[in-house]
């Protein structure tokens, strides 16, 4: 008669991993990269045809004067439900219907070395924001301040009242249970950190008629130099694309400036890049850089 409870104990210890591994839900992982400038341009006005371009006197303007915008992170849902964001709902013969069980949103910034202020407080700390259900959670993200390796990671945790299968061809059998993971990660290359310098040099210095990075000849000698870092790193030659950057590094370093220039002089002292509390351009065109090192591995040594 001890036999028989004995079995049904060990029958119970095996069969108990298995059943938990059937609630286990894989989630569908969706990865995309964003980035905090994009190459931009301006159309002209409804109302008067207006255009936002250089003024050339007795001649016709010409050449637009915006070419960057800031990145956004827009996220529609395309419905209540996140239809967007639901494979389920992307079945179309036959239909899927789906209940929303959680919807999350994770911002994760990393940590970085460059930038604090008086020593001690970080201008662009590392942190991580997390909200939940669709009310509280922010769709429309600026990126231009942004870290690069930020995280934006969309959870949808949805049932299914029949059995679907969520991922087709991939591992996940069909379930009534499912998560969908989209995950936005910001991207650093020396395209993007070229628009970020282009974005820096359109925007105001808060009330100040000159823009976050003042000193015109400054602005010029940064492009180069960049054009010159990224056309050494597409040749091959590592060493000399981490001497450019690092010569980009420390001219940005010693044209930090905390305050707006006194007179809207086009160089000269008082010029160079923004560096307040609000308006972080200094440290961020540093943190990028840091950041474009450790993705291209240019400031790897070689092994």
Not at 66 to 93: E, F, H, K, T
Not at 225 to 234: E, I, P, Q, T, V
Request: aromatic share 8%; with cysteine.
């Amino acid at each position: 008669m001890r036999v028989i409870p004995l079995l049904l104990i060990l029958c119970i210890a095996i069969s108990a991993p298995v059943l938990a591994a059937r609630v286990v839900t894989t989630p569908v992982i969706h990865q995309m990269t964003v980035y905090q400038a994009y190459p931009g341009s301006s159309s002209a006005r409804t109302t008067d045809a207006a255009l936002n371009e250089c003024w050339l006197g007795y001649l016709p303007q010409s050449g637009d004067v915006i070419s960057s915008v800031p990145g956004i992170l827009c996220i529609d849902p395309g419905c209540q439900s996140w239809c967007n964001y639901v494979g389920a709902a992307q079945q179309v013969d036959p239909t899927v219907s789906y209940t929303i069980k959680n919807t999350t949103l994770v911002k994760v910034t990393p940590n970085h070395v460059q930038c604090k202020m008086d020593g001690d407080t970080e201008i662009l700390p590392s942190h991580t924001i997390t909200q939940q259900g669709t009310p509280n959670i922010r769709l429309w993200w600026p990126l231009m301040y942004e870290i690069p390796g930020t995280t934006f990671t969309l959870t949808i945790l949805y049932g299914t009242p029949t059995l679907f299968d969520d991922d087709g061809p991939g591992p996940n059998p069909p379930a009534w249970v499912h998560v969908e993971q989209w995950i936005w990660t910001v991207g650093i290359d020396f395209e993007s950190l070229s628009d970020t310098l282009e974005l820096f040099h359109e925007l105001p210095f808060g009330q100040d008629e000159v823009p976050l990075i003042s000193d015109e000849p400054l602005y010029e000698a940064l492009q180069l130099k960049l054009a010159a870092a990224g056309a050494a790193y597409n040749s091959g030659d590592l060493a000399l694309a981490s001497f450019m950057l690092a010569d980009f590094e420390l001219e940005v370093m010693d044209a930090c400036i905390d305050s707006s220039p006194s007179f809207p002089n086009p160089t000269g002292p008082g010029t160079g890049i923004a560096n307040s509390e609000e308006n972080p351009a200094c440290c961020k065109l540093m943190i990028d850089v840091e950041f474009l090192l450790q993705f291209t591995g240019i400031g790897q040594p070689k092994k």
